[in-house]
């Protein structure tokens, strides 16, 4: 199946990928080995994100360190793990947090009015079920999520890296999710989306090849029920964008 489960016709949206890549090596110097799939953005933390750095940070915000982390621990209960990859502002976070609320959800970001946003969202829909880490996600896989940890994984609209000399920055590549489906339990699941059509198809292709992995759906899923609608999605489907959802689950 090709066609993307709501409209026709992607466009992706405009995101930083005319920024000047993160760490870019001089000229003549071979390029560093950790291309990093994100380029820090300026961005305006405003009074009441601010606010809510302050008064919930303590109690929601992670410390990033090269050690396993005890979720239990940090969400004060036991409960299914779910790691997001990269919540932007934090719209779609905080809804699917509240329609599960028996599941704990661990959510990385680098870009702080995002954090602040979310941190926001926590304190107005009080929700308890969210811990946050503004650091790198795949440092965070690497030395804090041990094989076998995470119950799911969300990436929704990660950055398109649109243009082809960039495409290397994209997330959703054979060595992230080979380490995806390492800290996955078996029956576990990756759920993605994106509103870029090229980014789509490669999503299927290197989920479809990863051998410890293996399709919900005949190519494409419908999108399931708790990812809501956002502000940003409806906007693109008004201009008639198309958006494809691919869920994958660990194999026994
Ligand atoms: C295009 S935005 C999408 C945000 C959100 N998921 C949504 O649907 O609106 C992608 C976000 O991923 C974040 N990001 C990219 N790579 C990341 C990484 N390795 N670790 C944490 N966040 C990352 C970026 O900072 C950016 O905010």
Redesign the pocket.
């Known amino acids: 199946m090709t066609e993307p489960h709501s409209s026709p016709a992607a466009n992706g949206?405009a995101?930083s990928d005319d920024a000047q890549p993160e760490g870019s090596a001089p000229t003549g110097v071979a390029y560093p080995k950790t291309i990093?799939?994100?380029v820090r953005r300026a961005g305006r933390t405003t009074t009441g994100q601010a606010k809510a750095f302050s008064e919930l940070g303590p109690r929601f915000l992670l410390s990033y360190a090269p050690a396993p982390l005890d979720a239990n621990a940090a969400f004060g209960r036991a409960a299914p793990l779910i790691l997001e990859?990269?919540?932007?502002?934090g719209?779609?976070t905080a809804h699917i947090a509240r329609v599960r609320p028996d599941d704990n959800f661990l959510c990385?970001?680098?870009?702080e009015p995002?954090v602040g946003a979310l941190l926001k969202r926590i304190g107005e829909q009080d929700i308890t079920n969210i811990r946050i880490l503004q650091?790198?996600?795949?440092e965070v896989l690497d030395h804090m999520l041990p094989p076998g940890s995470l119950d799911g994984v969300h990436i929704?609209?990660?950055?398109p890296w649109h243009k082809k000399k960039h495409n290397k920055r994209r997330?959703i590549q054979p060595p992230l999710v080979a380490k995806l489906a390492a800290r996955l339990k078996p029956g576990g699941y990756i759920h993605c989306a994106t509103d870029w059509q090229p980014y789509a198809e490669q999503m299927l292709e290197v989920l479809s090849a990863e051998a410890l992995l293996s399709n919900t759906a005949e190519g494409y899923a419908p999108q399931p029920d708790y990812r809501p609608l956002?502000k940003?999605e409806n906007r693109g489907l008004r201009l008639g964008h198309g958006v494809w959802d691919v869920v994958f689950v660990r194999r026994n």
């Open positions: 949206p995101t990093k799939s994100f990859i990269g919540f932007g502002m719209e779609a990385c970001e680098v870009h995002g650091h790198d996600a795949v929704f609209f990660p950055d997330l956002t940003f």
